[in-house]
Structures are given as C-alpha cells and as structure tokens.
C-alpha cells in the first residue's frame, strides 16, 4: 500500500501525539498503567491513562472517543422520524429516555402537543427505561466489587421490565416507540395488570440490593468516604442525575422544569438527596430512584386517560424554521437535544448533550490520591455508559 | 495401607501405589469442587441451573472445559522470562499436591503420616506464594505484576493467622500428627459424655473462625480476591496464561481448597472419625473416607457460599483485618487454651 | 434484640434464592435454549413479512428505512378489470423485494409507512446464517414469513385504536 505525502505527514503526526502523550506520563517517577480501551472496570471502551505511585494513583485521564459514532453529523441527513431510531443507541441501557428529549424538541418547534393519553404512556415506558437502566447500574457495582452474585439479580429481574419495554414497544432495547405528536402504538390489553406485578418485582429487587450489597459491611468499608464530591465541586463539573443528588444538592429536572409532553404532575412522589456525597451515597441515591420509579408508574397506570395517543400530525413531517433545546432527567442525568431546524425534512443541526460526558470530566479530580481498587469503584459509582459518552 | 491390604509391599511398590493415587484424586477433587459448587451451587444461587448439555445434567461439563484448555495454543509474551513462566503453575501445582500427603482419611488410610504432619502441610501450602510471585513476575506485565505483589502480601500476611489458630489445637491436644488429632477428637468426651466424641470446633470455636476467614484469603477467593480480581487487575498473574498453564492454576486452586477443607474437617470437625464407629475397627477404614468426604463438602459449602454472596476488601482493609482482628483474636485463643490446658 | 450484621444478611438472601431455584414451585428463571423456546410478544419485531398482493411498490418503505436497506424493482403491467366490463387496470408488478437483514436496525420505519398494509413484523427470531450474504431476503423467503405473523393483539381498555387484520397466508 503506498501512502500520499499528505497521508504519512498526518500519520506522523498522529505518533508524535500519542508519543508526546506517553513522554509526558513516562517521565515522571512511578508506573503509568492504561487502564482500558478493553478492561473489565471501564463497562466498554473508556480509555484511562493512570498514573500509579504503588497502587496510589497520582493522576489519572480519560481519553473518550474509541467508540464515537458521529451522531450529532447521522442526524444531519436523516428525517426527523428517522432520527429516533438513531439516537435510541446513545444510552443503550434507558433507550427510550433518549427518544423524548429530540422528540419534545421537535414538538415545541412545531407546536403540537401530544394528547394525553399518549403523555402518561411516555411517562411511564420513560420511568421503565429509568428501571432498566439504573437497575442494571446496581447489579454492575456490585460485579465491580467482586459480588457477581447481585449482579445475576439485577439481570433476572430487568428482564421483566424489558418484557414490558417490549410487550408494548416491540422492541427491548430499541423501543423507537415515540413519535411527534404521541406515540406509535397503543398498550396491548392485559398491560397495565403485567407492568404492575412487575413493579412488585423490581420492589423486591430493591430490598434485596439493599440487604445483599448496601447492607454489607465489606461494601460500606469500600464505598464510605470514598470518592467525595463536595456540593460546589458537583456543580462546577456540570455532573447531573444522581451524581450531583448524591452530592446533596436538589436538583431534578423532573420536578424543576419538566417540559410539556411528560406527565411527572399526576403523580405523588419525591426527589431523594443524600448529603455526603462519596460512593456510597451516590449508589443510595440511585437505590432510592428506583424505587422511586416503581412508585411513579403504578400511580401513572391508575391515571391513564382514554382517548387518543397520536395528535393530528401531517404525514410528511416538515419542522418549522427555528431552534429549541428541551432536556429531561434520564436515568443518567440530564439529557438535553439541541435542534436547529429550516424548514425542511431534516434538521440542520442538532447538538446533544450526553449526562455521562460530563460526568466523567470529574474522574481526574475525584481519583487523585485514591488507591486503583478504590478507582474502580468511583467509576462504577459515578456511572457513566461508553455510547453517552461517546455518542 | 500395607496393613488392611495384609500384603506386604516393597518400598517402591508402596511408593508408586501412593504416586498413583496422588494423580488420581488431586485432579478429581478439584473436578468436583469445580462441578459442585462453582458450576452448580453458583447457579442455584444465581436462579440459573448451570450447565446442561456436557453430560447427565451437565456434570462432565468441566471435563469438556479441561479438553477444550488443552486443545487452546499455549502463548508465551515475548518479553516474558520463560523459564520462570513456564515454571510457575508447576511450583504452585506441587505446593497443592504436597498438601495432600499428610491428610488422613481412616485409621490407616494417610499418605504419610508424618509426626509433624500439620507442621507440615502448612509449611507446604505457602510455597504456593513463590509461584504465584513468579507467575507475576515474569509475565512482564503490570497487571500482573501487581497482581502478584498483591497475591504474595496477602498469603504472608494469612499465614500468620492460618498458623495461629492451629496452634489453639495443637496445644489442646498436644500433637502435631494429624492422625493423633482426629484420635483426640474420636476418644474425647463432653463432660463425660463421649457419644459424638469432642470435635474440635466446640471448644476452639475462635480458632475455628479465624481458620476459615484465613484459608478464604489463602485461596485469593471473594471477599479476599483482589490478587486476580478482574474488575481491578484483570485476572492478576494469570492474565497472561492460557491453554494447559492455566489449566494447572485452575486446578490447583480448586484443589488447594479441597485440601484446606480437608484440614478443615480434620482439625475442626474429626476428620475421618464416625460417632458410633470405634476409632480402631476395620470399619473406620471403610466408613472414613466417605465421612471425611461429607465433612469436606460441608466445609466448602461454607468456603463457596461466603465467596458467591460477598464482595471484596481493599488490599488495605485486608491487611487490617489480619494484623488487627484476625492475629489478636488468635492470640487470645492461644492464651486462653493455654491456660485451660495447664489448669486441667 | 442486637442488630443482626448485614453480612449474615446476605447470606441468607443467596441461601434462600438457591432454596428457591431447587424448589419445584420455584425454579431458575432461564430456559435451556435450544430445548425450550421462550415466547416472544407478539409485537416483537423479530423479522419483517410480505404479503406481496397488498404491495403496489410504491417504495414509501424503501425512501424511508435509515440504512436504505429495502431492494425493489418492478415494472408496469395490466391487470383484468376489478369488475366485468370495465378497462384493465395498470399495476405495478413486484420484480424484486429484498431486504438485506444484516444492514436492517428493526426499526418498523418500513412497517410503520406502508400505506397499503403489505409488512407485517414477525416475532420469529431463529434465521441466523453462517454466511453474511444470506441474510439478503429475496421476495420468497419474506413471503413465507406470512406464516409466522400473529393475529394483532386487541388494545387496553380505553384505547381509541382498533386493531388490524392480518392478510391470509397464501403460499405460492
Ligand atoms: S426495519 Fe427499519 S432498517 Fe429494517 S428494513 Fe425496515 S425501515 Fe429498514
Ligand atoms: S411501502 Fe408497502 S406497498 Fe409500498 S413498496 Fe413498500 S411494501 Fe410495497
């Protein structure tokens, strides 16, 4: 294979780079470990470069990007129905939560609200995906922690709510079940009944994470005092979702400004905080959403309108001129589409903001000092997932 | 074992008979430690049924592991020292193996019994830690370096405690010799009462606690697993073996649980030793192994069931826990045993 | 009463799910497989079906599938009048209709815009292949996935929609 001359100068500078990187780590006392792209603790291909002083990490970077998929650029040429389907993969765990945001954008923009009964729906497959997605966080901190036992739990009893993710929407991982102006499909019958003893279920998941993992006086030894973040620091760092809840600041976009197309109002529930902000607070936290949840969706499927779930919306959908950024709390923070529109089949531009990209920019503060087995489980605590980082 | 068969053997014939049980049960046990609790129990405790296909119910599914191990290509890192790559699992593989020889199961039934046999077979069982430094050394990579380093401080720092609480026992009966152990244990009484004989556990409890949380860290097994922990080190010294060499770590750790267990029962629990049975009829050589064989599983239920239900320490926390909890407590177990001992 | 440890807790959380998994009431929550099938939804997008009659190949669904992914070729032909007397009809005649299962997301958008009810989704899972290509389902082989379309189900109670009709399966 021959290169042009243009080819090897870039791949020539892309070596010095790296080289430039590596010098800097080398040169320094101590040993540079590279946790990742292809490691256990990095749930994908997150690549950490660690700096070690014994087991003491003295600093540590993430270098995000080997699993970039260009998102933002898909959406660009692809029609607003089309785009759900793309962005149902950014965080693939809570799938359908990444849907609402775009498609609530794309409604203020053309006006349309989606009737109501089609509003509760959303909620509540929203709050399953929050499920899915939070439980699944669980069962993977406590494989992190060598407790692979929670972890088969967290699977066996997610798969009930991907059950009804998939009873309704079709799909388990890839709903693509929001449209503008409601929704594809309605509920099946016998539904409503399934999804509740399926609450129960994910109750009983609950007490026993709490018994088998936050109980443990091993796991309160290795998350207590672990990874503190500070009320202020959280802020500064732009973390959302649990992270900055664990932290003890109140913020849920939920309740603080829920965009019109999400009926969080018909229900009676409460945002959890916890004051000290390290490990364990932060997987408090997130324990305490789901159950949460579980209580969110069974007030909602007792207050599901009747009527419609598809507004009148023209077949060929054309956004008006405009821009608009909506964003809702997903199961791993706030989640927010940035959608420029000129009137035509496809979007201009649309700019997402991933919860997880931010999350992750406070790894280098967090771990400095901590010790590698202590590393692992910040990372797991402050949850992040490779496709919401990358995108 | 010359005396139930009543045919006298030559030394070497003897020699070879032993060898040859030796391979035969070492691989065995590990299999079944393997089956039974790492495949089976695990699953149960998981709302899984493990494997099916290899097999009625899937019981042979480890052999089909072990063959599909020595069909893989056995892969040596470039920058490894091969030498001590390649020689690592065998250290590790002869310190488990050595273990076995002390262990009696019946009145005649023991490889060798050595006067100082539990002396000895935990002088063995730490050699195990100079093949797993090796192994960690010589992968040339940091993963496994440090996995080794962390391995090594852990098995020194359990040693200690592994010992200590022996040492409760041992001055209880005042013997080094399993054999007399598991004697001491058949002929006790409880205040006179001597149906079930005195197993150990009753009145060394403490040390009994201790062994257990000792030999859990001795097998690097959860809560005390960070020398391979995956999450952390990404398997530790074994990251860079494949094929039959880690076919021999496997192995060897499974079967060094077995042997630990075995140890186990036999100090703790009475060894071979059948209430109802006298100590001294034929019938103990018969009865022993398979009551020997109970006691062990029952003792890696309990070694398996802490490490599928907990998860793990720092190497920190860990260290504390040896030199401050598990040491002290041992000591006072020694202390107060001294005593009874010398007062009664 | 002093507080029973978290640690002795847990062991009775394992302990009592592996009384569960033995228990014949209770039982492990995974099936074996190949021997045991578990049921899909019936609105499982599994494989897409094509009732070819109801096709006019208008290629709605082909413009509109993200990956572009759906292959049709026809030409224009005359049918018989729909009633005696009347002027042949100009239809489209199907040549080709392909969808290539290896590109395809299952995303339902070519289901979802068939304004003639021609795509059904099917909950089949079971048509891996060994070889890529094969994944390239021509008109017949999507045809004969007719087979496996299930009866739409009938909505929750308070729903506007009704549900569809299935088309009969006609083998040719
Ligand atoms: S399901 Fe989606 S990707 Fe697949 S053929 Fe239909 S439109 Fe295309
Ligand atoms: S949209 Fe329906 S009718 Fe049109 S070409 Fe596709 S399958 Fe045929």
Redesign the pocket.
Known sequence: MTLTESQQLAYVAAQAADARVNLQFETDDGMTLNIGPQHPATHGTLRIIVRLDGEQVVRAEPYPGYMHRGYEKLCEVRTYPQVTTLVNRIDWLGSFANEVPFILAAEKLMDIEAPPRAQVIRTILFELSRMANVSLFLGDLGIQLGGITIGFYAFRDREFVLNQIESATGGRFHPNFDRIGGLKDDLPKGWIAETKRCMERMRTFCDQFETLVLGNEIFQARTRGIGVIPPDVARSYGLTGANIRGSGVDWDLRRDSVPPGLSYDKADWKVHTHPDGDSFARTWVRLQEVRESTLIVDQLLDAIPSGPVMAKVPRIIKVPEGEAYVATENPLGEMGYYVVSKGDLVPFRVKIRSASFNNISIVPWVTRGVFVPDMVTILASLYFILGDIDR | MPMLLAIELAYWQETAIKVAVMAVLVPTTALILGIVFLFKMMSWMQSRMGPQEAGPRGLLQLLADGVKFLQKEDIIPDAADRFVFKAAPIVVLVSTFLTYVVVPAGPDLVIENLPTGIFFAMAVSSLSVIGVLMAGWASSNKYALMGGLRAAGQLIAYELPLVLAVTGVVIQVGSLSMQDIVWAQATGEIFGWGGIGLPLILTQILAFFVFMAAVQAELAQPPFDMPIAETEVVGGYHIEYTGFRFLFFFLGEFATAFAFAAIAATLFLGGWYVPGIPPDSVWANVVGPIALFVKIMFVSFLIFWFRFTYPRFREDQLQTFAWKYLIPLSLVNITVTGIVVVAF | MPKVPGMVKGLGVTFKTMVDTLKPSGGPVTVPYPHVKEEPTARARGVIA?HED?????????RECPDWCIY?EAHKTLAPPRRAGGKPRQVNALDRFAIDYSLCMYCGI?VE????D??FWSPEYEFSEVRIADLLHEKERLGEWMQTVPEFEPYEAGSEAKPKKVPAYDPR
């Open positions: 094509l109801n096709c006019t190949a208008c290629m709605l669904c082909s049709i070519c815009v068939c304004p003639f021609a795509l």
